[in-house]
């Protein structure tokens, strides 16, 4: 039966501190096989602490969920509203879709994608986070509906995304689906 203590210094809201004791909980059972009722995670605040030969009080900003980062980002690219979609791209972004076909900027995309189909829309599933160092890889997966470009419309066609976000903006994204095994011309 693990027992795991963080400790903190004090400014960190409680949804951030229940978002850490539950990441830290899920890590020792992703190692440990502990049930999750086996599984203990607090957090013990201190005023202050000296690391060196300086003294610190507050603790650093506390990263964005990056799930809400990606959500707000599909979001925006689906009301094609690119320069919200933008506010969350690091400007190192990189994007890789199917076929191996890699893109830096928005508007590459918009004219990629406009030669594939002439609406699309994700309906998701579900979303995972996983970390890497210093980034959170967040997987989102559902079906894609839309519009052809003869008019004709589709649905229910499988779609994996994957996305880097580090420091609250996403760096990579990494597009699977099934979109060519159904397009029709």
């Not at 949804?15 to 086996?38: F, K, L």
């Not at 000296?50 to 979001?75: M, T, Y």
């Not at 890889?137 to 008019?151: A, D, I, P, R, Y």
Request: glycine content about 8%; overall charge negative.
């Amino acid at each position: 039966m693990p027992v795991v203590s963080i400790t903190l210094l004090p400014g960190y809201d409680p949804d951030t501190q229940h978002r850490m004791v539950n990441r830290v909980a899920n890590a020792v059972r992703s190692v440990i096989a502990t049930p999750e009722a086996g599984t203990t995670v607090f957090i013990n605040e201190v005023s202050t602490y000296r690391r060196d030969g300086k003294v610190f009080s507050g603790g650093r900003a506390a990263h964005p969920v990056a799930s809400d980062v990606v959500k707000s980002f599909l979001e925006a690219m689906q009301e094609r509203d690119m320069a919200k979609a933008q506010s969350f791209l690091h400007p190192d972004f990189v994007m890789c879709f199917p076929g191996g076909v890699t893109m830096r900027t928005l508007p590459e995309l918009v004219s990629w994608a406009q030669q594939r189909y002439s609406t699309i829309r994700k309906d998701y599933a579900q979303f995972e986070e996983s970390w890497q160092g210093d980034a959170t890889v967040v997987f989102c997966h559902g079906n894609l509906q839309g519009t052809w470009l003869n008019g004709s419309s589709f649905e229910g066609i499988r779609f994996i995304d994957r996305m880097e976000v580090r420091d609250g903006l996403i760096t990579r994204q990494d597009v699977w689906n099934d979109l060519a095994e159904h397009r029709k011309s």
